[in-house]
């Protein structure tokens, strides 16, 4: 699930665990809030929620969360359906790493 | 090497952290989530470098990079690649776009010039035409950038030396020199007057770029 090449696999195996602990945790809060600000059409809240989310899920090598936070930037993008899929990736990931 | 990591982000700084952990010959002197509160801490505890993202809710990296007092080298760290050439301007010393891995992270890291030990210096040589000349650092009136020279003003005498504005503003104590522009560093001891855009020194009127005006007006002790 996680992209190998990723920096979290440059750190060691102890590290690795606390920071993946800490990238759930704001991750979880990063999507309540771009869930929030999506419906509010609050675009540039949302753009820099998912800018945020973006590098935590690129520097943890969650490509899928990446690509789809990288969407969310886009004004066109945000919308429901991204969101559908970027909460559901979210699960995905959450479920493969706890 | 001591160095500094301002970034909102937990995760890359958790991870930014762990890499200077495992590098040789550099600590963290402090790792800070507000860009405000670093700029506190670096009041009372000057870094060699600092690795700061650009997109902070509450003060962008740009801005506090103005804010800096002393002359650290700066390495941003960010997600996207449209910054580069106004990092540049800020006299960056390299750009990172996350994801960082570690070998980028370290080849940054060794473009850091650590200045030489002037800390105690009072005098610095000048080469001019044949010959060294030794010159009191405190009787500098000021310093111009010449393109690929600078030119140290002194007294009404003018010694031009081939080097960088960046290693003259390196070699030069930070508590008694500012950089103003991209072309001049001043001496406060010199300054006779401040207006909107200029301030001269001795009896040269020299420019002041918004860039560097707001450091300049925060180190003036005024009324």
Same mark, same amino acid.
């Given at each position: 699930?996680?992209d190998p090449? $990723?920096?979290?696999? %440059?750190v060691?195996?102890?590290i690795?665990?606390?920071?993946i %602990?800490v990238?759930?945790?704001d991750?979880?809060q990063?999507?309540g809030?771009?869930?929030?600000e ?6 540039e809240? *949302?753009?820099?929620a998912a800018?945020k989310?973006?590098g $935590?899920s690129?520097t943890l090598g969650a490509?899928?969360m990446?690509?789809?936070c990288?969407?969310?930037?886009n004004?066109l993008?945000?919308?429901?359906e991204t969101?559908?899929?970027? !909460?559901a990736a979210?699960?995905?990931l ?5 | 090497?001591h160095?500094?990591?301002v ?11 762990s890499?200077v952990?495992q590098t040789e010959d550099?600590?963290? &002197?402090g790792?800070f989530?507000n860009p405000?509160?670093a700029l506190?801490?670096l009041? !009372?505890?000057?870094?060699?470098v600092?690795?700061?993202d650009?997109?902070?809710p509450?003060?962008? @990296? ?5 804010s800096?007092? @002393?002359?650290?080298? *700066?390495?941003?760290i960010?997600?996207?690649e449209? #910054?580069?050439v106004e990092a540049?301007?800020?006299n $960056?010393?390299d #750009?990172?776009?996350?994801p960082v891995k #570690?070998d980028?992270?370290?080849? &940054?890291?060794?473009k850091?010039?650590l200045?030489?030990?002037v800390?105690d210096a !009072? ?7 044949s010959?060294?000349?030794k010159?009191?650092i405190?009787d500098?009136? +000021?310093v111009?950038s010449?393109?690929?020279?600078i030119?140290?003003?002194?007294? @009404?005498k003018? +010694?031009?030396v081939?080097?960088t504005?960046k290693e003259a503003?390196?070699?030069?104590p930070?508590d008694q ?5 991209r072309?001049?560093?001043i001496?406060?001891?010199r ?6 855009n200029?301030?001269s020194?001795v009896?040269? *009127?020299l420019?002041?770029?918004?860039? +560097?005006?707001?450091?300049?007006m925060?180190r003036?002790?005024?009324f």
């Amino acid at each position: 699930m996680l992209d190998p090449n $990723a920096p979290i696999f %440059e750190v060691s195996e102890e590290i690795r665990d606390s920071i993946i %602990e800490v990238y759930l945790r704001d991750a979880g809060q990063a999507i309540g809030e771009i869930e929030f600000e999506t419906i509010q059409k609050n675009h540039e809240t *949302v753009r820099k929620a998912a800018h945020k989310l973006k590098g $935590a899920s690129a520097t943890l090598g969650a490509s899928e969360m990446t690509d789809l936070c990288r969407s969310m930037e886009n004004p066109l993008m945000q919308n429901l359906e991204t969101l559908k899929k970027l !909460k559901a990736a979210f699960e995905s990931l959450k479920k493969s790493l706890t | 090497m001591h160095c500094l990591i301002v970034d909102d982000d937990n995760t890359s700084r958790k991870v930014i952290e762990s890499f200077v952990e495992q590098t040789e010959d550099l600590d963290l &002197a402090g790792s800070f989530e507000n860009p405000k509160e670093a700029l506190q801490f670096l009041k !009372k505890n000057p870094v060699d470098v600092i690795l700061v993202d650009i997109e902070m809710p509450e003060m962008n @990296g740009f801005d506090m990079v103005d804010s800096l007092q @002393g002359n650290p080298s *700066v390495i941003f760290i960010t997600g996207k690649e449209k #910054y580069a050439v106004e990092a540049f301007d800020k006299n $960056a010393i390299d #750009y990172l776009v996350k994801p960082v891995k #570690y070998d980028r992270f370290v080849n &940054a890291l060794e473009k850091v010039q650590l200045p030489d030990a002037v800390g105690d210096a !009072k005098f610095i040589f000048v080469k001019s035409g044949s010959v060294l000349v030794k010159l009191d650092i405190y009787d500098i009136d +000021y310093v111009e950038s010449i393109g690929d020279y600078i030119g140290v003003h002194v007294g @009404g005498k003018r +010694y031009v030396v081939h080097t960088t504005m960046k290693e003259a503003e390196q070699k030069l104590p930070n508590d008694q020199f500012c950089r103003i522009h991209r072309s001049f560093i001043i001496n406060f001891g010199r300054i006779n007057q401040i207006e909107e855009n200029t301030v001269s020194v001795v009896e040269k *009127v020299l420019p002041i770029s918004r860039t +560097y005006r707001k450091n300049l007006m925060k180190r003036m002790n005024t009324f």
